[in-house]
T-cell receptor, first 111, second 115 residues
């Protein structure tokens, strides 16, 4: 599975959009991009995933570049409760995947 | 999380003792995973299972064994615990969704301290 590169930490003002980048330059054609977040010491929580097209759900939007070598998770109106570590993962679509999380981006939403 | 339970949630043990952590799911998901989380290392995959009695190693499997005798239970065993295995352990489950995606649901974690 392809590995990902994320900034170690980011800040965002409350109410503004938080844009979290992820590089996955070795991604292959059948690998999805997944985003999870972990608030304090809780178990990670699924946010969104995509293959080629941009995706949006009630939590966030995922923008994937045309060459699929990078993506951006967008939290449109960040709140203090969005302060968390955000993980970008790529993994094959076939069954039996191994999901490698890395260290993620620590996002701090500032009042 | 609903549908996935880890036990025990907290355990303190001594070096050299065996320890078993249990992950129980009620979702009938095919895949189950054990991760450990340590400061500076993020989440690291220990072992995973893709069916009853079907397991494979992850990136940090040394010192750990697993067993899955039925769909709902995935056991992680430390045969002889060491201080380096002090960590928070997370279990996760998943099942393949439409169009090939495979979304993980995590348990609340088990905090293990080895003295």
């Amino acid at each position: 599975d392809a590995k990902t590169t994320q900034p170690t930490s980011m800040d965002c003002a409350e109410g503004r959009a938080a844009n979290l980048p992820c590089n996955h330059s070795t991604i292959s054609g059948n690998e999805y991009v997944y985003w999870y977040r972990q608030i304090h010491s809780q178990g990670p929580q699924y946010i969104i995933h995509g293959l080629k097209n941009n995706e949006t759900n009630e939590m966030a939007s995922l923008i994937i570049t045309e060459d699929r070598k990078s993506s951006t998770l967008i939290l449109p109106h960040a709140t203090l409760r969005d302060t968390a570590v955000y993980y970008c993962i790529v993994s094959r679509t076939n069954t039996g995947n191994q999901f490698y999380f890395g260290t993620g981006t620590s996002l701090t939403v500032i009042p | 999380d609903a549908g996935i339970t880890q036990s025990p949630r907290h355990k303190v043990t001594e070096t050299g003792t065996p320890v078993t952590l249990r992950c129980h799911q009620t979702e009938n998901h095919r895949y189950m995973y054990w991760y450990r989380q340590d400061p500076g290392h993020g989440l690291r995959l220990i072992h995973y299972s893709y069916g009853v009695k079907d397991t494979d190693k992850g990136e940090v499997s040394d010192g750990y064994s697993v067993s899955r005798s039925k769909t709902e239970d995935f056991l992680l065993t430390l045969e002889s615990a060491t201080s380096s295995q002090t960590s928070v352990y997370f279990c996760a489950i998943s099942d393949q969704q439409g169009a090939g995606a495979n979304v993980l649901t995590f348990g609340a974690g088990s905090r293990l301290t080895v003295l």
